[in-house]
Nanobody, 123 residues
Framework: QVQLVESGGGLVQAGGSLRLSCAAS????????MGWFRQAPGKEREFVAA????????DYSDSVKGRFTISRDNAKNMVYLQMNSLKPEDTAVYYC????????????????WGQGTQVTVSS
């Protein structure tokens, strides 16, 4: 079992930055990968970024590549999403997720999910 708790969401103006944090407890490491997904009102949940626990392997959606950075602190069991140059279309609830099937961009591959944190970007 893996428990995930996100934090760091809030309201920011377009062009601003936020850093989301995800605290993981339980079994992680090895083949586990951590992902960030987001869901805007009336839209499907979409992949944002993912990172492997044990190797330096990351993946990003095209919509955030170059603006967002995913990172991890293995010692603290934390995963972060640094979001720069935020746009109003980044407004969504952001979810942290974990999978033991390696890095993936699809939500069904993830077994564990946090409760989500709201990010609102004003224009």
């Amino acid at each position: 079992q893996v428990q995930l708790v996100e934090s760091g969401g809030g309201l920011v103006q377009a062009g601003g930055s936020l850093r989301l944090s995800c605290a993981a407890s339980g079994r992680t490491g090895g083949d586990y990968a951590m992902g960030w997904f987001r869901q805007a009102p009336g839209k499907e949940r979409e992949f944002v970024a993912a990172i492997r626990w044990s190797v330096d392997l990351t993946d990003y959606s095209d919509s955030v590549k170059g603006r967002f950075t995913i990172s991890r602190d293995n010692a603290k069991n934390m995963v972060y999403l640094q979001m720069n140059s935020l746009k109003p279309e980044d407004t969504a609830v952001y979810y942290c997720a974990a999978t033991n099937f390696g890095i993936s961009t699809v939500s069904p591959a993830y077994d564990y999910w946090g409760q989500g944190t709201q990010v609102t970007v004003s224009s």
